[in-house]
């Protein structure tokens, strides 16, 4: 299950300069926008299937390896499926059996700007159809679930305050008040070199960016990406022995597995409590003594005074081995570190692990 991709077709000079002049034309036809980005270096973007979800790139440039000077030509596009199936969804997802239609749906939105290609040069003829998506390697593909509660405002609340996976770090963003990077609000949002991680309510995000008649239709809704890159994708594949493209790495088990790894590691797999309830869980557990006892309980204390997971094992005394040994006690006992407060009037509330199982399984391909 996945969300947004990101593809990629290099191709010739040549080959480059038809493609360029087949979409300028169109776009102008269309009244379509069609610039030199102002974000991305060495590109024109082109906004003429913007409305299906799709943005195209146009990449022209120049570097030297050694001695040799090479030049870079390439599409690159960054596509919502859904919207290419249907125009302005932005909160289902899609999923592995949708391929058939995306491929297709894709080759007829194209069809005119291959067309216009064809017969302009004869050499044209001998490189891959840009309006077919299997010929294309994907830089990024974000694997999602979206998750339906009544809690979801809470869930969030609880799941900024998780831990940070070992070599990750969490992403921030200049607050103009302050004048200094925050972390996000009402969301998780870390990552590493390859991998993004992002835990967010569906209706906040599209408030921000949408109309409220469009972000009414995802209340409740609690989404998980994990964002692969270029980098993960390139292990995942030589990892799993296939080919970098859309139709394998849209492959059920191989999202659904990648998606349960990285909540796991992230959220974990105990339920939430009060710190009242945690406390009476552990004071009548068995098969642990006082001493660790007494430590679950101060860490319990420390991640409710520091807000954070990974913010208590910085700030803390405790070593951060013993920290980790600790937290895998409670984990033991299903206790999540993160705590609810007393003023929500609410004594516990389940892992979402199980949720997502569920929706996983009833979305795998027959």
């Known amino acids: 299950m996945y969300h947004t991709i990101y593809l990629y077709l290099p191709m010739d000079g040549l080959y480059y300069s038809h493609l360029f002049k087949s979409l300028h034309v169109?776009?102008?036809?269309?009244?379509?926008?069609?610039?030199?980005s102002q974000t991305k270096k060495d590109c024109y973007e082109c906004h003429l299937f913007q409305e299906n979800g799709i943005l195209i790139y146009l990449r022209s440039t120049e570097y030297t390896i050694g001695n040799n000077h090479v030049h870079y030509h390439a599409i690159e596009i960054r596509m919502n499926p859904k919207m290419?199936?249907?125009?302005?969804?932005?909160?289902?997802?899609?999923?592995?059996?949708?391929?058939?239609?995306?491929?297709?749906?894709?080759?007829?939105?194209?069809?005119?700007?291959?067309?216009?290609?064809?017969?302009n040069d004869a050499i044209v003829n001998q490189f891959s159809p840009i309006n077919?998506?299997?010929t294309y390697k994907v830089n990024r593909i974000d694997y999602c679930v979206n998750l339906f509660s009544t809690n979801a405002d809470q869930y969030i609340k609880l799941i900024e305050k998780a831990d940070i996976p070992k070599r990750f770090a969490p992403v921030k963003a200049y607050d103009s008040k302050s004048k200094r990077k925050k972390l996000y609000k009402s969301t998780y949002y870390v990552k590493?070199?390859?991998?993004?991680?992002?835990?967010?309510?569906?209706?906040?995000?599209?408030?921000?960016?949408?109309?409220?008649?469009?972000?009414?239709?995802?209340n409740g809704i609690i989404r998980f990406?994990?964002?692969?890159?270029?980098?993960?994708?390139?292990?995942?594949?030589?990892?799993?022995?296939?080919?970098?493209?859309?139709?394998?790495?849209?492959?059920?088990?191989?999202?659904h597995n990648i998606l349960l790894k990285y909540y796991v590691q992230s959220i974990g797999l105990g339920d939430y409590y009060t710190l009242t309830k945690a406390k009476e869980i552990i004071h009548d557990a068995q098969n642990y003594t006082n001493k660790k006892k007494q430590l679950m309980i101060t860490i319990l204390n420390l991640v409710s005074q520091k807000k954070y997971v990974w913010k208590a094992r910085k700030e803390s005394n405790i070593c951060p081995k013993k920290f980790d040994k600790t937290l895998k006690h409670l984990t033991e006992l299903r206790i999540n570190p993160v705590t609810i407060p007393s003023r929500?009037?609410?004594q516990s509330l389940p892992n979402l692990l199980p949720d997502i199982m569920k929706v996983l399984k009833e979305n795998k391909s027959c």
Request: aromatic share 10%; glycine share 2%; hydrophobic share 35%.
């Open 344 to 346: 929500w009037k609410v």
């Open 26 to 36: 169109l776009s102008i036809r269309e009244g379509k926008k069609f610039f030199k």
């Open 192 to 218: 590493n070199k390859s991998v993004c991680l992002n835990f967010y309510d569906k209706h906040y995000q599209l408030l921000q960016v949408k109309d409220d008649s469009l972000a009414a239709n995802a």
């Open 84 to 119: 290419l199936l249907k125009q302005n969804e932005y909160i289902q997802i899609s999923k592995f059996d949708d391929y058939p239609v995306i491929e297709q749906m894709f080759f007829n939105l194209l069809e005119e700007t291959q067309k216009n290609m064809l017969g």
């Open 132 to 134: 077919s998506i299997a």
């Open 225 to 255: 990406e994990v964002q692969c890159e270029k980098s993960k994708l390139e292990n995942l594949c030589r990892k799993h022995s296939i080919s970098n493209s859309l139709y394998h790495l849209s492959n059920d088990e191989l999202s």
